[in-house]
């Protein structure tokens, strides 16, 4: 199975909120992601065609920001993949029968201030500082606040985490249009025309040479 095949069977399962594709987490992507009022839950997507050599990386950064994590894969992967995981994280296999829950996602409990602010637009993270009273926040750079929030005791992890689920939330609406804008914009783009191949050049014919009595 690939990854569209796999992502069909999990859509009808994210049941209220919403669920956004390719979301950009630390210095990854995640496949979909599952947003509701109370949590958010990152979904890793790998098909027969994938391999697991960045689920180290993925795991790290989808740990830092979501309350629920879960890997789905294909029979093919999951031997390799237990010993990857901690206990924490979901596991669900896919065929062509559907997908079948191997372990359930536990909440998790390694979500942090400054990861989970970087998942919303900066001047967005600057209204909740100012909000919350911290008056300079309006001058503060990326660095800054990410130090800030790496370091304060001032902030407590559920307000951010309910203002960052409002924000993206809300932005859904504004991704699914731009999405649909870009769509219809290569529709009438008039198809490329593939290049001509190069004409191979002749090799010149080797000159005879002149025997000379």
Not at 104 to 109: D, L, M, R, V
Not at 186 to 204: G, T
Request: glycine share 6%.
């Amino acid at each position: 199975m690939n990854d569209p095949e796999i992502r069909a069977l999990l859509y009808p399962l994210l049941l209220g909120g919403v669920h956004i594709n390719e979301l950009p987490t630390g210095t990854t992507r995640a496949d979909v992601v599952h947003i509701t009022e109370h949590f958010m839950h990152g979904y890793e997507v790998k098909g027969d065609g994938d391999t697991l050599q960045r689920v180290a990386n993925q795991l790290r950064c989808y740990g830092e920001v979501y309350d629920f994590v879960t890997f789905i894969v294909t029979e093919k992967h999951l031997p390799k993949l237990l010993p990857l995981l901690p206990d924490w994280v979901g596991i669900q296999v896919a065929s062509a029968e559907g997908l079948r829950l191997h372990r359930a996602a536990s909440y998790n409990a390694t979500v942090a201030l400054a990861p989970l602010a970087k998942l919303i637009l900066l001047e967005e993270v600057k209204q909740f500082l100012l909000a919350r009273g911290l008056a300079g926040a309006s001058t503060l750079r990326s660095r800054e606040i990410g130090q800030f929030l790496r370091t304060t005791g001032t902030v407590p992890l559920s307000a951010l985490a309910r203002y960052v689920r409002e924000r993206l939330m809300a932005r859904l609406p504004e991704r699914l249009l731009m999405r649909a804008e870009r769509k219809a914009e290569r529709e009438r783009l008039p198809p490329r025309r593939k290049p001509k191949p190069k004409a191979k050049r002749k090799k010149p014919a080797a000159r005879k040479k002149v025997v000379t009595a």
